[in-house]
Each structure stands twice: as C-alpha cells, then as structure tokens.
C-alpha cells in the first residue's frame, strides 16, 4: 500500500510542480477542491532541481501531525506558495540548511503559523545573518548555542552612528558586553531586528542556527544612517528578512542578483 501511495504521489506532484523529488516517511499530500495541497501523516521531504525549477503549489497547509522540510542538498529546494501557507499546532515546516546548500521558500499570500528557517555556519568564520522570519523573544531564549568570554564565541551588531568614548562608529558586543567578558551581555536586552544585519562566529564547531516565527510577505523597513565623522561613514548592515534566497552576484545567479 505505501508502495502504491507513493508512486500515486509522485505522479501527482509532477503535474504541478514540475517533477521535483519526494522522499516521505508515511506522509502523503491531499489536493482538495479549493486547489489546496494538504501535508498529512508523517513527515515529508521536497528536492527541487534548481532556482530556475521551482516547485509549485496554490495553497499548502500542513497538518497538526505532519512536517515539510526543504532540503538542502546540492540542488537546494525552491518552494513558492502562490497563495496561503498554514502551518497548523503540531505541524512543522523547516527550510533546511547544510554545508551543501540551503532551501528557499516564497509565500503569496497569507501565512499563518511559524516556520523554521535554518542557517548552516561553519566554525571560526565570520558570518553575516539576518532574522528571516518575524521572531519574537530576546537572543537568550532562542537557543542560539553561544559561549561567552574571551576567545570563545563572538556575536555583534554593527552601529554607524554609536559614539563610544568619542569614536563614531562600532560594533556592539551583544555576547560579551562592552568589557568584552561576558557580565555586561546584552542577550537577554537584545532580539533580532527587521532587516538588521548581525556578525557572528562560532569558534570551535560548526552550528546550525535554527529560528522560527511568521514568514514575511511585504517588504520591511529599516533606517539606515550616515554620521558625519563615522569611521566608515554611511555604511550600514542590513538583512535579507525573507526564507528565500538572493543570489548576491553572477556565480549565483547569472540574470537575478
């Protein structure tokens, strides 16, 4: 029987969405008559080929006992739901990231529920991040997996317009506080803000943040600074707030960056 469901599943997800790969653990997708695509009883796996490959879909919702992951293998998973995304109590949706790649989602219409966005960060690099996602609580209470204190792990915020002692222009110890040891963090203070960009290294092991919230799907606002006197004046960090990728430069992407 599971034979025949997913053989039944794979003819169905090739007609809209372009024959993508499907892994599933008894899940199994439902169209109703409301061009809905419901995820239910188990956990599910999407592969698409490549951006210019996207899988497709009207509206998904995923089920109370279900999950969704976009994998993040070589050929990263490129969601786009034209319309509503609900992911109901119980329910998971999860753009995965590896040292491979990372998937992508897009979302139309109105989303509802959170969705987990992963960021795959390999230890004693400088990594720039951003919150995708509308996430709520401060830094302490998102299980970031951070160790403070000289020579361990490092987590900024970059402030063009901050004077400290009379320099214009720094970065923000979030972890460790302006004495840099840790006694004065700004952890529990602090949360990710709409399209601030962050700095941050893990340095002994390589970590895969996890962060959850609401998906964005109108663009987001955030003000950006230019300080006379600035050590590098009108230079600003800003994030990607969305669960989809950019491609930055043509080896990513040859005609969007």
């Known amino acids: 029987m599971k034979k025949f469901m997913l053989i039944t599943l794979l003819v169905a997800w090739g007609i809209l969405s372009f024959a993508q790969g499907i892994y599933n653990d008894g899940a199994h997708i439902v169209s109703t008559s409301d061009s809905y695509w419901v995820v239910d009883n188990g956990s599910f796996t999407l592969t698409s080929t490549s951006a210019s490959n996207l899988a497709q879909m009207d509206n998904l919702v995923i089920m109370g006992d279900a999950s969704l992951v976009l994998d993040a293998s070589a050929a990263s998973s490129h969601?786009?739901?034209?319309?509503?995304l609900t992911v109901n109590s119980g329910g998971s949706l999860t753009v995965e990231s590896t040292a491979n790649g990372t998937g992508s989602l897009i979302v139309g219409g109105t989303p509802s529920g959170n969705v987990t966005v992963e960021r795959y960060l390999t230890a004693d690099k400088w990594h720039y991040i951003s919150g995708q996602?509308?996430?709520?609580?401060?830094?302490?209470?998102l299980s970031m997996g951070l160790s403070g204190g000289a020579g361990n792990d490092q987590f900024y915020r970059w402030e063009e317009n901050y004077n400290y002692g009379g320099n214009i222009g720094n970065w923000v110890d979030i972890l460790n506080g302006e004495d840099g040891t840790?006694?004065?963090?700004?952890?529990?203070?602090?949360?990710?803000?709409?399209?601030?960009?962050?700095?941050?290294?893990?340095?002994?092991?390589?970590?895969?943040?996890?962060?959850?919230?609401?998906?964005?799907?109108?663009?987001?606002?955030i003000t950006i600074t230019k300080t006379t006197g600035s050590n590098h004046e009108g230079s600003n960090l800003v994030g990607n707030p969305f669960c989809s990728t950019i491609a930055i430069n043509d080896d990513a992407d040859a005609s969007n960056n």
Do not use: R
């Open 182 to 221: 840790g006694t004065n963090s700004l952890m529990d203070d602090e949360g990710f803000e709409d399209c601030k960009g962050y700095a941050i290294t893990y340095k002994l092991t390589s970590e895969t943040l996890s962060l959850s919230g609401v998906p964005y799907v109108a663009n987001q606002n």
């Open 79 to 84: 969601l786009t739901v034209s319309g509503d």
């Open 133 to 141: 996602t509308n996430i709520s609580g401060n830094f302490s209470t």
